[in-house]
């Protein structure tokens, strides 16, 4: 384990502490041109100058554009119609449980010891807790989902690293950004910039808000450079078009969102502007000069116009003649020739009543967010039924909940790897031997698939029934598991070991209890037992 502050080989220092991995000769013989795939999209530095220097960009251009991206992101959550999406996805994600976390850990594919399993089971729930995943698990996940990154920092006493995570406190998002640098040298025989050190590590800036503008004072110019083993760092596996800026799974409701923003706010300023109806004054002002017809015209609307304002501070009503709003009468002059003074109507709007653009815009944004649109229609009543029930578009927004809570559940697992390492219960390579049999198991509430998995059952044992009478001369039974029940080959062989286990046995005296023997085997009780058996005779009992 390092220290606490250590000092890379870029010169800086790094905050943190450091899980050391032992390096392969075969590591070391890797020629690359190009550094591995990251999903997390960290900003790539190149070395600058020569192969022997090294250059790391750190004055927060970077960190101010993913500011202003996460909050646009914030933004447009508070919007009413995106916070009912949000909390429908997140209150799907996250079922709250009243006696545990809702949330458990499967280890039924890992080949290990019982003891080890118990082991891992204990610090993953001692994660949990230190988290407070009971109470704060719907805002952990909504924050992830909104910010499409969530953030921690792991702390752990540096003189006694075997104590493990003794604390897990939240970062904000904002102000952490990880960073890669490349330093690529030139290869003697082909002349081509292979990999030459391959450093990833996180900048953490503090930033100081003024007049809604992200500035930089003299104690956040640098940032602080952070190991990334020191921080649990979880993205929501989206990157833009240039593979290097993690985006939002509200990324794509940005547009629709400020689409409906606008049609909303016109629509309130037609219907201010035209509902009311006005009339128009065409004032006869004869061959009367310009200045004079203009005067003679004021005078006339001085005399009839009487505005009435009410001041909602006092109470009162007064007279406001001073100014004319659009919604008022109109004044024209009208020269001679023409007719004399007139009063009209000017009507108001009409088909005020109309809303298709608006609601063309909100089913626009229901499907950029992946809800349902019957789940945010409250005319819409929940109810259950068959299979045939149930729409399509419900199965897919269960499998889109899959798909969040397995790319969730890596920061559960980032975060039980460190633990389990520093503790020393297993070490990196059994982690990664492993690591793809550890399932996180999350508690449902979505009826929609039971209702389609016991569907799905139903028919195959309706299935199985009517192809019971040729199992035996036309089709195996190894041939209808397979394509009537649908199993696989470790599902076969787990089902004949079970079912094997639950056969009765015959014990070394006889037969088991429930097993009655065979007729020409069956013999008349012993005097000394208390009950009576029937013996079945040939040609009557």
């Not at 909104?146 to 998002?173: A, F, H």
């Amino acid at each position: 384990m390092a220290e606490q502050e250590q000092k890379s080989a870029s010169g800086f220092n790094i905050f943190g502490f450091e899980i050391k991995r032992k390096k392969s000769e075969d590591d070391k013989n890797i020629k690359a041109l190009v550094p591995k795939v990251d999903e997390d999209g960290p900003g790539y530095v190149t070395a600058a100058g020569s192969h022997f220097g090294q250059y790391v960009d750190i004055d927060g251009n970077s960190a101010k554009d993913n500011y202003q991206l996460i909050m646009k992101y914030r933004g447009i959550a508070l919007y009413p119609e995106v916070d009912l999406a949000i909390e429908d996805i997140v209150n799907e994600s996250i079922v709250g449980s009243d006696t545990g976390f809702g949330l458990d850990l499967v280890l039924d594919d890992v080949n290990i010891s019982k003891s080890i399993k118990n082991k891992i089971k204990e610090e993953f729930e001692q994660i949990l807790s230190m988290l407070k995943f009971s109470d704060l698990g719907h805002d952990i996940f909504r924050r992830w989902y909104i910010d499409g990154r969530i953030c921690y920092q792991l702390i752990v006493n540096e003189t006694t690293p075997k104590k493990g995570i003794l604390e897990i406190r939240p970062i904000d998002t904002s102000k952490l950004r990880k960073v890669r640098n490349v330093t690529k040298k030139r290869d003697l025989k082909t002349g081509a910039a292979i990999i030459d050190k391959d450093e990833e590590f996180f900048i953490y800036q503090e930033k100081v808000a003024n007049n809604a503008k992200q500035i930089q004072t003299p104690l956040n110019v640098g940032g602080v450079k952070i190991s990334k083993d020191s921080i649990l760092y979880t993205t929501s596996g989206l990157l833009d078009e240039n593979m290097k800026t993690i985006i939002s799974y509200l990324h794509k409701a940005l547009k629709p969102t400020n689409q409906l923003r606008m049609m909303e706010d016109s629509l309130v300023l037609y219907r201010l502007a035209r509902a009311p109806e006005r009339r128009i004054f065409y004032v006869d002002t004869g061959n009367l000069p310009k200045g004079k017809a203009e005067e003679y015209m004021k005078g006339i609307m001085a005399r009839y116009r009487n505005k009435l304002v009410y001041d909602a501070s006092t109470g009162q009503v007064k007279d406001d003649r001073k100014f004319m709003a659009m919604t008022e009468d109109f004044w024209m002059p009208r020269r001679e020739g023409g007719r004399g003074t007139e009063v009209s109507t000017l009507p108001g709007g009409e088909n005020l009543g109309q809303i298709d653009d608006i609601v063309f815009f909100q089913k626009k944004l229901y499907k950029a967010l992946g809800v349902p649109i019957s789940r945010l229609e409250p005319e819409n009543n929940f109810a259950l039924g068959r299979s045939n029930e149930i729409t399509r578009d419900e199965l897919k927004f269960q499998k889109f909940i899959d798909r969040l809570r397995k790319r969730f559940s890596l920061l559960f697992k980032e975060a039980l790897k460190r633990q389990l390492i520093l503790k020393n219960i297993i070490t990196e390579e059994d982690w990664d031997e492993w690591s793809g049999n550890i399932i996180f198991k999350y508690d449902r509430d979505n009826h929609f698939t039971e209702l389609k998995e016991a569907e799905l059952l139903r028919e195959r044992l309706q299935n199985m029934d009517i192809i019971q009478n040729y199992v035996g001369e036309y089709f195996s039974k190894e041939w209808v598991m397979k394509n009537v029940l649908v199993m696989d080959e470790d599902e076969i062989k787990n089902m004949k070991t079970q079912l094997e286990s639950e056969a009765p046995k015959e014990d070394e005296d006889g037969p088991a209890p429930d097993q009655a023997p065979p007729e020409d085997e069956q013999v008349p009780p012993s005097s000394g037992q208390k009950h009576s058996i029937d013996i079945n005779v040939k040609g009557g009992k």
